[in-house]
């Protein structure tokens, strides 16, 4: 699969999309349907996303991935009040589209990559539970949390997280994996089902970033190890808070953290890297098709003699979804949060 992609997807990837754009507007009933279906993906085009989330799902040789992304993708349709015709038609077109590009022999394998992937989507359970739950530590302030947001009241929001650490003395490592995590999963699930606008969902994510920041002299006065580590998000992500989160873990466990961001050039990076010594790097990818670009980010570095002990660790969507992804893409460990990564870094740093 990884010569077939070298050779044959990079030129038909362009080709695929196009013809999945251009059968898409053929089938829809009104061009507001079609901008509509357009704008669900960050780049604006339909049919590159479909044909993007394929490849790297085919790459690595995992339908999980793809499966994930039509039931999510499915999911987003419905609840626009797109009917969900829309996407079995693609895929079947999309099918066909291979078929015709392809020689006989690749074009087997591609498809019945294709369908599995289909089948395995087609058997899962399409409900999203809410991630907010009273029961939970710090269910009720999360649910108040949530609501400050939701109803734009930042001052309110502030006061919320503000109170619970000087007042409540709640320690901010809970508020991170409790009341932040939490509120942001339920945002982009309620996006997912159409019941907040992409607007809400910018201001939420921009109001806990400030507050975030606000509680940055509580996590930085503390005694530090001497331990380094550099955290930055792969590709053009748009969601970093979950990166910044980690960064600010490690900086609770006292080390010197250097939180980089999203859609850092690699040669910047790697300038960075040079500067800044780092004992561990950790990598952030959110959206499927953005792992190509953590794997050539990681091969680039191993690349250089002087990062040999260089500990890297990847986090994200993809990486929960294939339980060997990360060690395809060449990293050397794998966390589901920032409490976790803490964890892995210790061992790792002290073998």
Known sequence: ???????????????????????????????????????????????????????????????????????????VLESRNLSPKYLTDQLDFFQRVIEDTLDQDSAEGVVEHLSKARKRWQSQSPVVESFINEDQPLGNLAREYFNALINADRALARKLIMDAVEEDEVPIRELYLHVFQAVQYEIGRLWQLNKISVAQEHFSTAVTQMIMSQLYPYIFAREKKGNRMMAASVGSELHEIGIRMVADF??????????????????????????????????????????????????????????????????????????????????????????????????????
């Open 250 to 351: 490690f900086e609770m466990e006292g080390w010197d953290t250097y939180y980089m961001g999203a859609n850092v050039p690699t040669e910047d990076l790697m300038t960075e890297m040079k500067e800044k010594q780092p004992h561990l790097l950790a990598l952030s990818a959110t959206m499927t098709v953005n792992v190509p670009r953590v794997e050539a980010l990681i091969a680039k570095i191993r690349e250089h003699d002087e990062y040999e002990d260089l500990t890297i660790l990847v986090g994200g969507y993809p990486f929960r979804m294939s339980e060997n992804m990360w060690k395809e893409v060449g990293a050397d460990g794998f966390a589901l949060d920032a409490q976790e990564a803490i964890k892995i870094a210790e061992e790792k740093i002290s073998n």
């Open 1 to 75: 699969m990884k010569q077939l992609k070298k050779e044959a997807f990079e030129e038909v990837r362009r080709q695929w999309a196009d013809q999945i754009n251009k059968q898409l507007r053929e089938g829809v009933e009104s061009e507001q349907e079609y901008r509509t279906i357009q704008n669900l993906g960050d780049e604006e085009d339909f049919g590159r996303m479909m044909v993007d989330f394929f490849i790297t799902s085919l790459e690595h040789a995992d339908t999980s991935l793809y499966a994930e992304f039509l039931s999510w993708l499915k999911s």
